[in-house]
Structure formats: structure tokens, C-alpha cells
């Protein structure tokens, strides 16, 4: 965990060791003011808690948290408690990071912001110190010091009441509800691997994946102007969504069991040819090697998807072919052209929400999360 700063500022302990921090029982109705949140534990356990209402300091902001979308990697966190080697369930730990919100009270020093106001929330938090490289750059994803709400250890926006520094918000149109706003966080990922991987007008694009990320990937990149684009999936439902959210992709569905090789002949099929650029949402190495091989001499395949920890690539057709192989982490400088392009039309997000919950049945809206069966794109609990 990093030391000093905003990791004391919102160290977990000062919620753990609270009084008023409880678990609460299975069916408990808690006061509708009460600030409730959804936390996992080591022993893979999802439950309800009941934490202190915070009071922002100089430079912070109390929030309403209004929405907030379960993203893979919350449910990722309960169920196996770890991501990585770094990112491990230790103790209590409060998820989301998909959330937007509105102002309840400022602290001091805060005059960009007043009660009423609707925010967006950006969830990564670096130091912003001019002594750190990546900050200094604005490169603020590879902040060694950041606090990233919803990695462990430090709790997430999936509650009632949340405090955060008043720099890290970001006003909503109008026009943009807090749905929207919340899934803005999802579109960022999206947009800083548009905006990395170098698609240009006209670029034939594939896209691996028709989750939440693929989801927002294939707006992003039907709204930057890829064409044709082909997106793949292992079940026919989702690519029926991707159909409907973007009538003119091409669908791949990929059979259990087919190789890299046969599923990009598939591809290259649909797409009349080998793509200029392979967007991987997976992190599946068999998704990735099927990027590989649909993708053009001198190509690119950009890797936003997230995967077991050591993989294996066709070294030598990457080579003879000159494929470039990028990759992201997180994402900076994303959220106000994200804002944006939804406020301006440019990207629909409303349809990707399939699932809403009240905040008090946060619970229930992670098992549906969790469960392909339930066909959930994205779940959101409003509150």
C-alpha cells in the first residue's frame, strides 16, 4: 500500500476500525439514510455494510453516490480475491469504480463545486506530487502512490456516501444522468485504447469480446470512424446486442473448441481481408492469438483485456508479419472527452444497462452479475 498522502488520507482502517462499521445480516432493513455499501472479503463472502457517514476535509468533496455499474473485476474480487500479484483481498474491502454522484457538502477550499451539483467520479486518485515522473508527464495511471477506489486495500464508490478529492470529479451535462455518468468509467477504458492504438477513418478493425469493454470499444471505435468492424464472442446473445447497439458490425461467433487459426479465417472472412487493427477485451490467450492472426502485415493488435499471468504468443508471425503488440493499463486523461462525446451525441451508452438495482439489493444485482445465464450486459444500482 502506498505511504503517506491521499493513502492515509483514505486508508480503510479509518472505516475497519469505526465503531459504526458493521456487517449486516442477511434480510436487515437498514435506515434510509444509513451509509450502506457493498464489500467482499477473503473468505469470498458478498455482503451489506453499515459504515460511518464521512465529513470532507480541505480540498474534498462528500458525495451522493446516485449509480454505480459492477464491473468484472469487482465480482473478480470477491470471487477469487485477488487480481495479479499486487491487487489481493486481505481484509473487508468496499468495491465499485463505476459511479457518478452528486454533491452533498464541500470542504475547505473547495469553491468548483456546490450542493446539487452532478459529478462523475473518476476512481483512480494519484498523488499529483511534482516529484513523481508519471504525474509531472500526465501519464497519472502509472502513479506508484495512486489510490484506485475498489483496489485492494482501499474501498470503492459503491455506497451511499462517499468522500472524494474535489480534482477527481467531473461535471455532467444536463443532458447526461447519472447512468450515463456512470458508465462513463467503462468508456474511458475504451476511449484511451482508441486514442492509444492509433485507429484511423476507415481503419478495418476487430474487436474481441462483446462484453461491457467490447461493448464500449465498438461505439468508440464505430464513433472514430473504423470500418468495416468485426466483433467476436462465444455465445450468440451478446453478439445479437452488439448487433442492435451498432446495426452495421460484423459478427464472428467463435465455436468452443475451434483454433486461433480457424477462427481467424472466419474473421478475415467477414471483415473481406486481414484488419488493420485488433482490439483484445478479453485477455484470453486463444482471443489473442485470434487478434494475431486476423490481423494485416504491419497491423496492430491492443490488448485491453486482462489475463492469466504468463501467455503464449506466435512469436515469429508477429515478427515476419511486423504486428505491433501494445498494451494498457487503466487509462488518464479520459473522462471529460468521454463527457463529451455522450453529451454531444456521438456515443449512446443508455442501452448497455440491462440490470437495475437498489443500492439495499446490492447483493442480489452481484449474483447477477456474476451468472452468464442471466444474459446482465451491465448491472447498475442506483441509489
Known amino acids: 500500500m ?17 465503531p459504526i462499521f458493521r456487517i449486516l445480516s442477511p434480510g436487515e432493513k437498514p435506515s434510509s439514510d444509513a451509509n450502506i455499501a457493498a464489500f467482499y472479503n477473503p473468505q469470498h463472502e458478498i455482503h ?15 458525495l451522493h453516490v446516485r449509480a454505480t455499474g459492477i464491473c468484472g473485476s469487482d465480482v473478480h474480487f470477491w470471487q477469487h480475491g485477488r487480481i495479479g500479484d499486487s491487487m489481493i483481498v486481505t481484509d473487508e474491502c468496499g468495491s465499485g469504480h463505476e459511479s457518478a454522484g452528486e454533491v452533498v457538502e ?4 473547495v469553491t468548483q463545486w456546490k450542493k446539487g451539483d452532478r459529478v462523475a467520479i473518476e476512481a483512480g486518485v494519484p498523488c499529483s506530487k511534482p516529484s513523481c515522473e508519471y504525474c509531472r508527464i500526465g501519464r497519472y495511471n502509472a502513479c506508484p502512490d495512486v489510490v484506485f477506489f475498489s483496489t485492494p486495500p482501499f474501498h470503492g464508490t459503491l455506497t451511499r456516501w462517499h468522500l472524494h478529492p474535489a480534482e477527481w470529479l467531473h461535471r455532467l451535462p444536463d443532458s447526461v444522468s447519472f447512468e450515463e455518468g456512470s458508465l462513463c468509467e467503462p468508456l ?15 481503419d478495418p478493425t476487430l474487436i474481441c469480446g462483446a462484453g461491457p469493454i467490447g461493448l ?17 464472442d462465444l455465445f450468440q446473445s451478446r453478439l445479437d446486442f452488439a448487433k442492435k447497439l451498432v446495426p452495421g458490425v460484423r459478427t464472428v461467433l467463435i465455436p468452443r473448441g475451434s483454433t486461433p487459426k480457424e477462427s481467424a479465417a472466419k474473421i478475415k472472412a467477414a471483415a473481406e481481408g486481414p484488419v488493420k487493427l485488433a482490439i483484445e477485451c478479453t485477455g484470453v490467450e486463444s482471443s489473442v492469438n485470434t487478434a494475431v492472426f486476423s490481423t494485416a502485415f504491419g497491423g496492430k493488435v491492443f490488448i485491453i483485456g486482462v489475463g492469466k499471468n504468463e501467455q503464449l504468443f506466435p512469436f515469429m508471425h508477429l515478427s ?15 473522462y471529460p472527452k468521454a463527457i463529451r462525446l ?9 442501452p448497455l444497462v440491462t440490470h437495475r438495482f437498489p443500492l439495499e439489493e446490492a447483493v442480489a444485482a452481484f449474483h447477477v452479475a456474476a451468472d452468464p445465464s442471466q444474459g446482465a450486459i451491465k448491472v447498475q444500482i442506483q441509489d
Open 48 to 62: 451489506l455494510v453499515e459504515k460511518p457517514r464521512p465529513k470532507p476535509g480541505p480540498g474534498q468533496v462528500l
Open 106 to 109: 464541500v470542504g475547505e477550499g
Open 216 to 232: 464500449v470499444s465498438l461505439l468508440s471505435a464505430r464513433a472514430a470512424g473504423a470500418e468495416p468492424i468485426v466483433i467476436t
Open 188 to 202: 474511458a477504458v475504451a476511449l484511451a485504447g482508441i486514442e492509444r492504438s492509433g485507429l484511423r477513418l476507415g
Open 2 to 18: 502506498p505511504d503517506g498522502g491521499n493513502a492515509d488520507i483514505y486508508s480503510p482502517r479509518k472505516v475497519l476500525d469505526d
Open 342 to 350: 455522450v453529451a454531444g451525441g456521438l456515443i449512446n451508452l443508455k
Open 320 to 334: 515476419a508479419n511486423e504486428i505491433d503488440v501494445s498494451f494498457q493499463y487503466r487509462y488518464a486523461n479520459q
